[in-house]
């Protein structure tokens, strides 16, 4: 099973950045994909959810600037990061979840800073 995770980096408040979380080895399809982001000194976030029916859940700290989806046919699921802020910098991670398991990826850097 592999999770890995791409598109972080510095970008300045107000910006946007794409987040790509590659999936293999487990049917992606099957799981819901969620986006869950650490910063230094903070507990795990929730960040955003998608079903694998296609349902979505945003924390409200993000919620009308990030935007979750999946590809299944490219096993990919994505974050689309809109008006970044300073608060916004953090590790992100990618997660799959079901009701038998789940996996994280290593996770991207994510910074906003002028």
């Known amino acids: 099973v592999q999770l890995v995770e791409s598109g972080g980096g510095l970008v300045q408040p107000g910006g946007s950045l794409r987040l790509s979380c590659a999936a293999s080895?487990?049917?992606?399809?099957?799981?819901?994909m969620s986006w869950v982001r650490q910063a230094p000194g903070r507990e795990r976030e929730l960040v955003a959810r998608i079903s694998s029916r296609g349902y979505t859940f945003y924390a409200d700290s993000v919620k009308g600037r990030f935007t979750i989806s999946r590809d299944n046919a490219e096993n990919t699921v994505y974050l689309q990061m809109n008006s970044l802020k300073p608060g916004d910098t953090a590790v992100y991670y990618c997660n799959a979840w079901s009701t038998a398991e789940s996996y994280w990826g290593q996770g991207t850097h994510v910074t906003v800073s002028s």
């Open positions: 080895g487990f049917t992606f399809s099957s799981y819901d």
